[in-house]
């Protein structure tokens, strides 16, 4: 069985080797200006597994948007304690996105509408972080 890292190690390398391309053919529309949507989840119940399994299951369903390219889901890494590491959030969700207006796309989808009426009263706060490539 391959560990789970593995898999978050080669997305991260097929994600430098888009935008290193990209960096390098402008010309490819699909270049334009990646985008990347980053949202933090803090649950309610983080150790119900109840609720754990409905927000897993909202997540798989919110994946189905086609406007988005790839995607990392996960949890905090059991990392050293360091000041500037905040393991505080429950799940991390992250999605890539051609450019801007797949991604302006994606919130007005009704998926993503659903998701968010369906599974709100799951978490407490959530932490938005977009970013495109410079």
Same mark, same amino acid.
């Given at each position: 069985?391959?560990?789970?890292?593995?898999?978050?190690?080669?997305?991260?390398?097929?994600?430098?080797?888009?935008?290193?391309?990209?960096?390098?053919?402008?010309?490819?529309?699909?270049?334009?200006?990646?985008?990347?949507?980053?949202?933090?989840?803090?649950?309610?119940?983080?150790?119900?597994?109840?609720?754990?399994? &409905? $927000?897993?299951?909202?997540? +798989?369903? *919110?994946?189905?948007?086609? @406007?988005?390219?790839?995607?990392?889901?996960?949890?905090?890494?059991?990392?050293a304690h360091r000041?500037?590491?905040?393991?505080?959030?429950?799940?991390?969700?992250?999605?890539?996105?051609?450019?801007k207006e797949?991604?302006?796309?994606?919130?007005?989808?009704?998926?993503?509408? &659903? $998701?968010?009426?369906?599974? +709100?009263? *799951?978490?407490?706060?959530? @932490?938005?972080?977009?970013?495109?490539?410079?």
């Amino acid at each position: 069985m391959i560990h789970k890292n593995f898999y978050s190690a080669l997305l991260l390398v097929l994600v430098i080797s888009l935008f290193t391309s990209c960096q390098n053919d402008q010309t490819n529309k699909s270049c334009e200006q990646p985008f990347v949507h980053h949202v933090f989840f803090w649950l309610n119940n983080p150790e119900d597994p109840e609720d754990r399994a &409905e $927000f897993e299951k909202g997540i +798989q369903e *919110l994946l189905e948007v086609p @406007q988005i390219k790839s995607y990392h889901v996960g949890e905090p890494a059991a990392t050293a304690h360091r000041d500037v590491v905040d393991g505080s959030y429950t799940y991390s969700y992250m999605v890539f996105f051609e450019d801007k207006e797949s991604h302006d796309i994606y919130q007005e989808h009704p998926i993503h509408k &659903e $998701f968010i009426d369906e599974y +709100q009263h *799951l978490w407490k706060k959530v @932490q938005v972080y977009d970013a495109v490539m410079k």
